[in-house]
């Protein structure tokens, strides 16, 4: 499988007892991928004690990311974001250039929420656009820097 251009996500996902496929799209922004902007401290708990302090103990962090597709003009290209979000396995290949950033290859993420519907820019069909809100899927006590 060839690399991802840099400005590219890919979106891997196997189709009901198919083979591998892939699709990649040319992103608008990505939230939280790169950069610690959006993120999720695990476990998220909370101690109170008897004489009334605090504190918290976290063991790590997920990243939460948002991916901006924007208009999603090819039907074939939007059926493939469906069948991405159906497989329990999906993964996303990510390349950026820029500081601090780099490739990262076969992240599991999973959805922010069960149910999806894509927005009609001025209420018009032909200019779909898609946001992904997403979980990754491990918990780490590390930033990637690549």
Do not use: H
């Amino acid at each position: 499988m060839p690399s991802v251009a840099s400005g590219y996500i890919r979106l891997n996902y196997t189709p009901f007892g198919g083979s591998l496929t892939y699709v990649d799209f040319k992103v608008l922004s990505i939230k939280g991928q790169t950069d610690p902007d959006w993120f999720e401290l695990y476990p998220a708990i909370t101690n109170t004690y008897l004489d009334g302090t605090k504190d918290n103990q976290f063991k790590g962090f997920r990243r939460k990311v948002r991916v901006d597709l924007g208009v999603v003009s090819s039907r074939s290209n939007r059926l493939a974001i469906l069948y991405w979000m159906l497989d329990n396995s999906r993964t996303i290949d990510y390349n950026e250039t820029g500081s601090g950033s780099g490739e990262e290859a076969s992240l599991p993420f999973v959805l922010q929420s069960t149910e999806y519907q894509n927005e009609w820019i001025e209420d018009c069909s032909l200019m779909r656009r898609f946001v992904l809100e997403l979980d990754e899927s491990v918990i780490r006590q590390t930033f990637p820097t690549a």
